[in-house]
């Protein structure tokens, strides 16, 4: 990934955005520190797209069927029973 100062970010922009779409995600720091990530939007709708339902993740998932699950409970009161 590509480290681009703030200034050299702000001045070159769309240089940034060029090398964002051809190269990847581009870093901008500010005092030497990474403050922001610069994208393409087709990374971008790859990251949030997703159209999978919660009921076809949970089908999906290998334990589906597995009856001999155990989940501890946490045995602490509530927060109304804490007086």
Not at 11 to 36: C, I, L, M, N
Not at 65 to 75: C, H, I, M
Request: charged share 30%; aromatic share 8%.
């Amino acid at each position: 990934m590509r480290k681009w100062q703030m200034q050299a970010a702000k001045a070159r922009f769309s240089e940034v955005v060029k090398y964002a779409q051809r190269e990847g995600p581009q870093d901008v720091t500010f005092h030497g520190r990474s403050v922001a990530v610069l994208i393409s939007r087709d990374t971008y709708d790859k990251l949030i797209s997703n159209d999978q339902t919660l009921v076809n993740f949970m089908n999906k998932s290998p334990l589906r069927g597995a009856e001999n699950l155990v989940f501890d409970r946490d045995p602490s009161l509530t927060r109304e029973e804490q007086i």
